[in-house]
């Protein structure tokens, strides 16, 4: 099947188009740019030196990746942005180039970024992530799969956001989010499981019953951190589940989010 451009469009002859790529009205793509079969690059979009797009992809209109990161570190060299297979990336999304020569800002496959989310330098966005309007990620964030940034959210650089957690909408994310839970508010608190997005992921009763257990320890028992991690593996060490909240804990750099909406017991991270 034949690449379909539109006359208007800028195209350089040094981009890539794999085969049934159509090319909207006033779309300018730069070189060394791949875009991948099958993906529809609309209206207004521009997709910057150094940006490779997989397969079956919709994006924009007025979308615009690999622009230069917004960072003072940055002095123009060779960088780019990887992106998967069968996302939508709504229109005015900006998806910014990494910092550091060689280095790559990477969305994932099957994800949503909705109207004006932006994703900023160096960050590494999972599979099936939603980033809901107006979502705001910080460089060198991580958000892993499966999780849902709610509108208006801000994510601190170099914060993570574990598999299948939600961030509520206006949240203020300073910390690491664990996996499988759900944050909300400017003073940001844990406000318990991720129920209604683990049952749609297919999570049976067990599943969500030890981490039930595992969020009992961790955020309402008043325990030490490590000691907690600790219980959670004396207690549930053969849930896949636990250890991944065990691990996800253990590697933070930010500290991860212990707080719980309506708890009195203090931060202990």
Sequence with gaps: ?????????????????????????????????????????????????????????????FAHLGGSPQDLKYRG?????????????????????ATGEGAWTVVGSRNYLMA????????????????????????HVEVQDYAVV???VGVHQYARIG???????????SKDV???VTVVGNDTRVVGLNLVGLRRRGFTRDEIRALKRVFQIFFLSGLP???????????LGDSPQAREFVHFVRTSRRGVLRKVKGSNIRDQS
């Design 163 to 173: 598999r299948y957690a939600m961030v509520g909408g206006a949240t203020r994310v």
């Design 1 to 61: 099947m034949s690449v379909e451009v539109h006359p208007t469009a800028v195209v350089s002859p040094h981009a890539e188009l794999d085969e049934d790529v159509f090319i909207g009205p006033y779309v300018v793509i730069e070189d060394q740019v791949v875009v991948g079969k099958g993906s529809r690059i609309l209206a207004h979009t521009v997709l910057e030196r150094g940006v490779q797009v997989g397969a079956r992809n919709r994006i924009g209109p």
């Design 77 to 97: 060299e060779p960088t780019g942005v990887r992106i998967g297979d069968d996302n939508v990336i709504r229109e005015f999304v900006t998806i910014h180039r």
């Design 150 to 152: 709610s509108g208006l």
């Design 116 to 139: 004006y989310a932006h994703v900023a330098h160096n960050c590494r966005v999972g599979d099936e992530v939603i980033l809901i309007n107006a979502a705001q990620l910080a460089g």
């Design 178 to 180: 664990p996996p499988f």
């Design 225 to 235: 951190q490590e000691t907690a991690l600790q219980q959670i593996e004396e207690e």
